[in-house]
């Protein structure tokens, strides 16, 4: 095929992120953008040059015109949807989390393995050229990580997104920022978890959820990982990595990284872009083309679900 022809469902911050990205990727055309509201989708779509605008992503995956999607909705549609979309033949990007619940992230991984298509799922760190940088030398040998201290910091008291506007869904410490967390340690440590604890703060008495989560992770060969996850944090927001590794220290705050001195470290050179969700689409693309498995294909990422339920019982254990 020479121009991929895509759909993007989700045209709030996150999927404007993805368009942004989409628009250095060359033969690569959004042709159908879904939302929640027509309007405001329409309004993103005139940005982005979009021709087609609906709410319904059952119009998108009719489409002819529509050879793979990007789903930036809500978590709770996200297996749902990603099913729909390889039911109508269509490669798909989830974003991040798969699912969140056991169950339907193992129907998305077994309905792939049925019907060949490419189906990826958004874990952006293990394509950020920070996070990159420091794989390739993990997998070269040159280090090799004795912890990880990780903290996953908001603000967000309110059900607001990223932008600060209101909205529909209601975000999860456990089931979208720590399977971040919990599929990079995998990924970095060439390893499963085998030891995996958690406990949480109260819940927000509105919103329903933990605002105050703590995570220990274990390897077999000894390696751990220590995750705090906070909507209460008034200060410095996002997801700040530090490995802790046999030679050196290093601190990774999305595509920059530095030393544990706090030295910048120049990752540049590491791939043709520093945009980690640029890069994360390209690898999505790249795969389709090429008829292979992408690099956080469902089936790769699937031992992250497994952990997060595991910590989910034990929190419903707790009380």
Known sequence: MSTLKVALAGAGAFGVKHLEGIRNIPDVQVTSLVGRELDKTREVANKFSIGHVTTELSESLARPDVDAVILCTPTQMHAAQALACMKAGKHVQVEIPLADRWEDAQAVANLQQQTGLVCMVGHTRR?????????????????KIQQMDVQTYFFRRTNTNALGQPRSWTDHLLWHHAAHTVDLFRYQTGEEVTIAHAIQGPKHPQLGIAMDMSIQLKTKSGAICTLSLSFNNDGPLGTFFRYICDHGTYIARYDDLVNGREEKIDVSQVDVSMNGIELQDREFFAAIRQQREPNSSVHQVLGCYRTLHELEQQLQAQG
């Open 127 to 143: 394509f950020n050229p920070s996070h990159q940088w420091l794989n390739k030398r993990l997998r070269a040998g040159e280090l």
